[in-house]
Nanobody, 124 residues
Framework: QVQLVESGGGLVQAGASLRLSCSASVRTFNRYAMGWFRQAPGKEREFVAAIGWSGLVTKVADSVKGRFTISRDNALNTIYLQMNSLKPEDTAVYYC?????????????????WGQGTQVTVSS
């Protein structure tokens, strides 16, 4: 059983930064790709960023490119999402997820386990 716990969300003003963390309780963490997704009220869950098992390969959505960075620490079973220059349209619940394939993928259905999410609210 894989458990994912996100943290680091909050209420910030536009232009601020936040760093989200996701801790995974799984022994084979370093074999899995990991992703961040977000879901705003009334909208579908969307891809934000993903990172391969080694941490050397990453992908971010065009909407956050240049502002968000994904990283991981396999020794701590943790991934991070550094979010800079936040905008009101970044407001959403942010979820981390495990992709057992180990490769970079962007579709919700391709991920196997999900955390409960952490709320990020950006005021204008």
């Amino acid at each position: 059983q894989v458990q994912l716990v996100e943290s680091g969300g909050g209420l910030v003003q536009a232009g601020a930064s936040l760093r989200l963390s996701c801790s995974a309780s799984v022994r084979t963490f370093n074999r899995y790709a990991m992703g961040w997704f977000r879901q705003a009220p009334g909208k579908e869950r969307e891809f934000v960023a993903a990172i391969g098992w080694s941490g050397l390969v990453t992908k971010v959505a065009d909407s956050v490119k240049g502002r968000f960075t994904i990283s991981r620490d396999n020794a701590l079973n943790t991934i991070y999402l550094q979010m800079n220059s936040l905008k009101p349209e970044d407001t959403a619940v942010y979820y981390c997820a495990v992709d057992r394939s180990g490769t970079i993928r962007t579709m919700v259905y391709e991920y196997d386990y999900w955390g409960q999410g952490t709320q990020v609210t950006v005021s204008s």
